[in-house]
């Protein structure tokens, strides 16, 4: 079945440092990619949905500079954070429907667990 | 926005017990998804529904679209099945909106 690879799977870096998170798809092209972030305990938050080939489309609220998405090709999504606090400190999953719609089964990365130290 | 709510927010129970998940939702919707994550963080698609029932193995589905109302079932449970059990709710307009979803069920299955 479809396959969304997702890495690094758990980093730790300093303050201020910027960290890269991948998303590839393996099997399938993904038009669309979606990046999530979860605090303990809570409820997935759609941060912004990456579209190949053209602007991803952020959630109110989430910081455009600081989260940097691009979606490189077909198969490729990256999550960048810039000068990274404390406060981002969170898990962070990828998914992609194969199909390009919410309305297909959805293919989860295994997530990146960041520290900020 | 749609508010979509799960109930219980934490469940333990012995194995081989029949499991029950609520989901109540309160805008229509074109799509809801069952998703299963596992203490790793982990996130596995376990079901998406648009209307009936859908059964796989020990896990069945069912939403009642009227009602505003979905269910996830697992019979003869197992302590593997120990996990969070995410509802999230889809729109047919997709779009920025995206999906909206549940605060999980954690449950845990005692052997």
């Known amino acids: 079945g479809a396959v969304v690879s997702q890495h690094p799977s758990r980093v730790i870096c300093k303050s201020g440092t910027s960290v890269k998170i991948e998303c590839r798809s393996l099997?399938?092209?993904?038009?669309?990619m979606f990046w999530y972030r979860q605090f303990p305990k809570k409820s997935l938050m759609l941060m912004a949905t990456?579209?190949?080939?053209?602007?991803?489309?952020?959630e109110q609220g989430v910081e455009k500079d600081k989260f940097l998405i691009n979606h490189a090709s077909l198969t490729l999504s990256t999550l960048t954070v810039t000068s990274a606090h404390p406060e981002d400190s969170s898990f962070y999953i990828c998914s992609a429907p194969p199909r390009g719609s919410y309305n297909s089964p959805l293919h989860f990365g295994n997530g990146t667990r960041l520290t900020v130290t | 926005k749609n508010e979509v709510e799960q109930s219980p927010q934490n469940l333990t129970a012995q194995e081989g017990e029949f499991i029950t998940i609520n989901c109540s939702y309160s805008?229509?919707?074109?799509?809801l998804h069952w998703l299963q994550q596992h203490p790793g963080g982990g996130i596995v698609s376990l079901f998406m529904l648009s209307s009936g029932k859908k059964k796989h193995g020990r896990l069945i589905a069912t939403i009642n679209i009227q009602e505003k109302h979905s269910s996830l079932h697992i019979t003869a449970s197992h302590p593997r099945d120990s996990a969070v059990y995410i509802c999230a709710v889809g729109y047919s307009g997709g779009g920025a909106d995206g999906l909206t979803f549940g605060k999980g069920t954690h449950l845990i299955i005692q052997p």
């Open positions: 805008v229509g919707i074109s799509a």
């Open positions: 099997d399938f092209q993904a038009t669309t």
């Open positions: 990456s579209n190949e080939g053209s602007k991803a489309t952020y």
